[in-house]
C-alpha cells in the first residue's frame, strides 16, 4: 500500500499557506448540498461541527454522552499552548515546532507539527473572542505558564479548568449553530460501525443508547473525533467513557492504525489506592511550575515529609536535568519516578508514590498565591486523599493519561479511506512517541478549527458525485452486524462482570506494555489476550436489556472491542525493537538509562492493516522525513 502523506513541497513555513491556497474549493451556494457525519463533541468534534455548520454543510454530530458539554476534554485542566511570545522570553513558531518534535522523540512529522505552531496563535484570539476566560495579568495580558519540555511560557490556562472553559466556547458556537438548524445534534447515540461502499467513507451506524434503536446515516463525508484510547489500560486519568470503539470498528473496515503503542503515562497523578477503584485522578502538570518533586535518599525512610531534613532529599528531577529541572517532560518524569521508587526509596503506604512539595513555592508566593494558581487542584486533591497539600507534600506517581497513537491520516487528516477524516486524540498525527503538555488542547482546536474546515472542502470538491443512501445493501450489512453482536452479548450465561475481564487485560497490558516494555512481557501479553478474549465470549454475564439505557451493555461492547485492540498494540510494541519517548523497552536504552532511539531502522510511522480478530495484522510504514532538524539524541539535561 502506498501511503501518500500528501505534504506539501517547498520551504517548511510556507508550505501550509500553500497548500492552502492549493486545496480546490465549494462554492458558497453548493456547500449546503454536502451533508457531514462528525462523531464526537469533544473540543475537536465541536469546533469542527461548528465550523463546518458556520461555513455552510449540513452537520449531523453524534456523542455518547447526555450532552456535548460532558466530552471529556471538560476533564483538561492545565493549559494550552500557543506561540504567541506574549512573555518576551524567546518563543517562536519555530520554537514550538521545534520543541514538539524533540519531545515527541523524533517519531512525527515536520509538516503536521510546523502547521500546529503555526495555527496555534489564531486559536487564543478564536477563544478569547467567543470570551474564553483565560487568566490575565493584573495589566490585561493574557497569562501564561511553563509545561514540561520547553524553557519558555507560553501555555495559556483558565484556573485548573482550561478544558472546561475551551469546551463551552466550542460549545455555545455549536449550540449557535443548532439554533440555526445547520447542525442536528444526536446525544446518547454510540457509533458501532463505519460503513464503506466501494472502499470510501460513506455513512456510520449507531445505537440510540436510551431505547436501543439501530439507525444509519449515509453523508458525503465522516469525520471521527471519538477521543482517546487510554483505559485500555482499565486504570487511567480518562473519563470512564473514553474508549477505542468509533476507531477500532474503523480500523476494521479497512482504515490504518497508526503507532497504537505510543501511550503516554502521566507522572503527577494521585497513586493507586487498592484493588477496587475503578479510575485514577490527574494532579496537572502545571503544578510542577511552582512543587519540587522529590523522595528521601536513603531507602525504606518511613519518616513523614515533615520530619525529614533538607540534606535527606533527593530532588531528582533536579539533579537529574539541571536545565528543565521539575519540567522534564512526561515520558522522562514518570520513568524517573518508577526508577526511585523500584529502588525502594518510595512513599506512601504502597512505596509507589513520590512527593511533589510547595513549601517553597508557598514561602514565595504565598498560600493565597499558590491558592489563585492551583485552587481548584488542591480541594480536589484534598477531596481525595484527605491530605492538606498546603500543609503537606502531595503524593504523586504515574499513570496512564494519553495516546498518540491513532488512525493514521495524511496532512488533510483524511485517513486512508477516502471520505474518512479523524481528528483531536482519535488520529496520530503530531505528537510522534511522546506528548508535551498543553499540547493535546491545541492539536484538537487545531484540527476542528483551522485546518479540517480548509482540507475537506478538497475533498468534496473533487470526490466522486455519485450518491450512496442507507439502502445500500453495506449498510444493511453493518445494521445487522451491528444487531447481532448486542444480542450475542446479552445471551451468553456467563458468571463474570464486564469489568473483571476489563481489570484483568488492564492489569496485563500495565505490567508488560505500560511504562516499560520488553520482549518477554510483550510475548507474554500476546499469548494471554486472547486467552482472556475466549473466556470473555463464554464466560461474561451482561446484565440487563437493549431496550432501555444500559452503561452495561454499552461497556461489554467496548470491553470486546478492548479485548482485540490490546493485540495490536503489543504487536506494535514488540515490532518497534526501540526505546522513542513513552515507548521505553528495556532492551534499548543508553547508559544512563534514558531511551535509546534506531533513527537508522524506526524512523517510520507504523501504520497497521485490519487481517482478521486474533491474526496479525499487516504493517505499513510510512518513513519519516527530516529536512529542517536534525535527528539527535533527546537531551534535556
Ligand atoms: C485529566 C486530564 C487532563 C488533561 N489536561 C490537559 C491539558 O491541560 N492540556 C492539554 O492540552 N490536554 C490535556 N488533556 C488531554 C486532552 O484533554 C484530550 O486529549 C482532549 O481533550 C481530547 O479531545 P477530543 O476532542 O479529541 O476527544 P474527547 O474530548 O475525548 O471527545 C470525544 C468525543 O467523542 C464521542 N465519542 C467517542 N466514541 C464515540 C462513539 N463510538 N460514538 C459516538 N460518540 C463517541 C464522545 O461522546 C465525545 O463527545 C488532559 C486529559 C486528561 C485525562
Redesign the pocket.
Known amino acids: 500500500m502506498n501511503l501518500d502523506a500528501k505534504i506539501p513541497s517547498g520551504p517548511l513555513a510556507e508550505k501550509w499557506q500553500k497548500r492552502k491556497f492549493e486545496l480546490k474549493l465549494v462554492n458558497p451556494a453548493n456547500k449546503r448540498k454536502y451533508s457531514i457525519l462528525v462523531?464526537?463533541?469533544?473540543?475537536?468534534?465541536?469546533s469542527t461541527a461548528a465550523s463546518l455548520a458556520e461555513l455552510g454543510y449540513q452537520v449531523k454530530c453524534?456523542?455518547?454522552?447526555d450532552s456535548?458539554r460532558?466530552?471529556?476534554?471538560?476533564?483538561?485542566?492545565?493549559?494550552?499552548?500557543a506561540a504567541k511570545n506574549y512573555q518576551n522570553d524567546g518563543d517562536s513558531v519555530y520554537r514550538l515546532f521545534y520543541d514538539t518534535v524533540k519531545g515527541g522523540d523524533f517519531r512525527s512529522r515536520e509538516a503536521n507539527v510546523y502547521r500546529l505552531a503555526e495555527v496555534s496563535v489564531q486559536i487564543i484570539d478564536q477563544c478569547v473572542a467567543q470570551g474564553v476566560p483565560f487568566a490575565r495579568e493584573y495589566d490585561g495580558h493574557l497569562a501564561n505558564r511553563s509545561f514540561g519540555g520547553s524553557q519558555v511560557s507560553r501555555t495559556f490556562?483558565a484556573r485548573g479548568q482550561?478544558?472546561q472553559q475551551l469546551?463551552l466556547g466550542a460549545y455555545q458556537a455549536l449550540s449557535r449553530q443548532i439554533a440555526s438548524g445547520r447542525v442536528q445534534m444526536f446525544c446518547r447515540?454510540?457509533?458501532?460501525d463505519l460503513v464503506v461502499v466501494d472502499g470510501i467513507a460513506k455513512g456510520i451506524v449507531?445505537r440510540d443508547l436510551v431505547t436501543g434503536k439501530i439507525t444509519s446515516y449515509a453523508a458525503d463525508a465522516v469525520v471521527l473525533?471519538?477521543?482517546?484510547y487510554?483505559n485500555v489500560f482499565y486504570l487511567?486519568?480518562?473519563?470512564q467513557?473514553?474508549?477505542v470503539?468509533?476507531i477500532y470498528r474503523a480500523y476494521k473496515k479497512g482504515a490504518l492504525f497508526a503507532n497504537p503503542c505510543f501511550t503516554q503515562i502521566h507522572p503527577t497523578c494521585i497513586p493507586v489506592t487498592g484493588d477496587v477503584q475503578s479510575k485514577l485522578?490527574?494532579m496537572?502538570?502545571?503544578l510542577r511550575n511552582d512543587g519540587r518533586v522529590w523522595v528521601p535518599k536513603k531507602k525504606g525512610d518511613t519518616r513523614n515529609a515533615a520530619d525529614i531534613p533538607e540534606e535527606d532529599r533527593d530532588y531528582y528531577l533536579e539533579r537529574k536535568y539541571p536545565s528543565f529541572g521539575n519540567l522534564a517532560p512526561r515520558d522522562i518524569a514518570s520513568r524517573s519516578a518508577k526508577e526511585v521508587c523500584d529502588e525502594g526509596r518510595g512513599v506512601g503506604e504502597f512505596g509507589r508514590g513520590v512527593y511533589l512539595d510547595f513549601s517553597e513555592g508557598i514561602a514565595r508566593l504565598g498560600e493565597n498565591g499558590v491558592r489563585e494558581r492551583y485552587g481548584n487542584l488542591f480541594e480536589m486533591y484534598e477531596r481525595i486523599t484527605g491530605e492538606n497539600p498546603y500543609h503537606q507534600p502531595m503524593r504523586i506517581y504515574p499513570a496512564l493519561?494519553?495516546t498518540m497513537g491513532g488512525l493514521w491520516v495524511d496532512y488533510h487528516l483524511m485517513s486512508n479511506l477516502p471520505g474518512l477524516f479523524v481528528?483531536?486524540?482519535?488520529n496520530f498525527s503530531d505528537h510522534g512517541a511522546n506528548r508535551l503538555?498543553?499540547?493535546?488542547?491545541?492539536?484538537?482546536l487545531a484540527d476542528?478549527y483551522f485546518i479540517l474546515p480548509y482540507t475537506i472542502s478538497d475533498y468534496l470538491a473533487t470526490m466522486p458525485k455519485t450518491k450512496v443512501t442507507t439502502d445500500h445493501p453495506e449498510f444493511k450489512k453493518s445494521e445487522e452486524e451491528v444487531k447481532n453482536l448486542t444480542q450475542k452479548l446479552l445471551s451468553i450465561p456467563g458468571k463474570r462482570s464486564v469489568r473483571s475481564f476489563h481489570h484483568e487485560l488492564g492489569a496485563l497490558l500495565w505490567e508488560t506494555c505500560g511504562m516499560a516494555r520488553n520482549e518477554q512481557g510483550l510475548k507474554k501479553a500476546l499469548s494471554k489476550i486472547p486467552q482472556i478474549r475466549e473466556e470473555f465470549w463464554k464466560n461474561v454475564r451482561v446484565l440487563g436489556g437493549n431496550e432501555s439505557l444500559n452503561p452495561a451493555l454499552e461497556k461489554a461492547g467496548r470491553v470486546a472491542d478492548y479485548l482485540e485492540f490490546a493485540e495490536l498494540m503489543c504487536q506494535d510494541a514488540l515490532e518497534r525493537r526501540e526505546s522513542c519517548g513513552g515507548h521505553f523497552r528495556g532492551e534499548y536504552q543508553t547508559p544512563d538509562g534514558e531511551a535509546k532511539r534506531d533513527d537508522a531502522n524506526f524512523s517510520y510511522v507504523a501504520a497497521w492493516q485490519f487481517q482478521g480478530v486474533g491474526r496479525p495484522a499487516l504493517l505499513h510504514k510510512e518513513p519519516l522525513v527530516f529536512e529542517n532538524l536534525k535527528l539527535a539524541e533527546r537531551n534535556y539535561k
Open positions: 462523531v464526537g463533541s469533544g473540543l475537536a468534534g465541536a453524534f456523542c455518547f454522552q456535548p460532558r466530552a471529556h476534554s471538560i476533564s483538561a485542566q492545565g493549559g494550552i499552548n490556562y482550561t478544558g469546551l447515540s454510540e457509533m458501532l449507531i473525533a471519538t477521543g482517546g487510554s487511567s486519568t480518562n473519563a467513557g473514553c474508549n470503539t468509533a485522578t490527574l496537572s502538570e502545571s493519561h494519553y481528528i483531536g486524540e482519535a503538555g498543553a499540547s493535546a488542547l491545541m492539536q484538537g476542528g
